[in-house]
């Protein structure tokens, strides 16, 4: 399965770091990871979110990290999802 993650990018030192851990869970378990922070650094907003549709589009599931309520880019991958009927969970935190 096609697996795209989606989660905070913005203001979060550490994203590269929690993105790269749930993609080696997900590959782990066989799937194919489509991972927004193995982009490279330079592009504008624009060009990302532009990269990261067409990366959604494509995937079979979109998984949503914890935080990505506080992404206002998430958020609108989260509502494409809901309008377009994308199968999406949300990943739950270790600690709760």
């Keep these: ?41 330079g592009l504008e907003q624009a060009d990302y979110m532009r990269i990261c549709m067409a990366m959604l589009d494509t995937a079979d599931l979109a998984v949503f990290l914890p935080d990505y309520q506080e992404s206002k880019g998430a958020m609108v991958e989260w509502g494409y999802c809901q309008r377009i009927g994308k199968d999406c969970t949300i990943l739950m935190r270790k600690d709760g």
Excluded at 4 to 29: H, N, P, V
């Design 1 to 41: 399965m096609k697996i795209y993650i989606a989660g905070k990018i913005a203001g979060d030192k550490q994203y590269r770091a929690k993105f790269r851990e749930a993609a080696k869970t997900l590959e782990a378990a066989g799937h194919v990871v489509l991972n927004p922070a193995s982009l490279p650094d």
